[in-house]
């Protein structure tokens, strides 16, 4: 008689769900805990490693130093024609100075175009008028015939970015002219 066995039931279990879609914000926050937990580990390890080694403190004076106080940027040399020497020195006192719009100087002793040129013509209305020829004459180059004046051109500006241009090329143009 062949013998039986007992029928042996194979459990058969269900496989596993697949896991749930995770969003963005859920990856970042996963992806966040892990980083900081990994940081956290790397801490550790660099305050154990490095125990050992003997410091002393630093004094950041010996270290820092700020830059020595040379005063006022040297004015270039100067063009040998005084207006385009006149708007040389109007450029430079911009440069160090300020540009400033609304005013001839402002509360701060920042300058306009023209500000800059009257304190440098040192009182020549002559020359300072030719300056200002030279310098409207530039702009209208630049900008074109519907610049009405210095004062306008200047005015309109945000920055002194493009009229502190304007009078160093007004410069160039006056030592091109021979002025």
Known sequence: MPQTHPATETATTAAPAPPAELTLEERLTLINTEMTARLDEAAVAYEVNTAHIPIEPVDLADLVTGPVDTGAAPLPDLYPTPVAALL???HHRLLT???CSGALVDEDGARCMLGAIRIEARGNSGLEASAAAVLLDAI???FGDDVASVPSFNDVHGTGRVPIRMVD???????TRGL
């Open 88 to 90: 040389q020195r109007a």
């Open 140 to 142: 209208r180059r630049k």
């Open 97 to 99: 100075g300020g540009w």
């Open 169 to 175: 090329q007004a410069a160039h143009l006056a030592d």
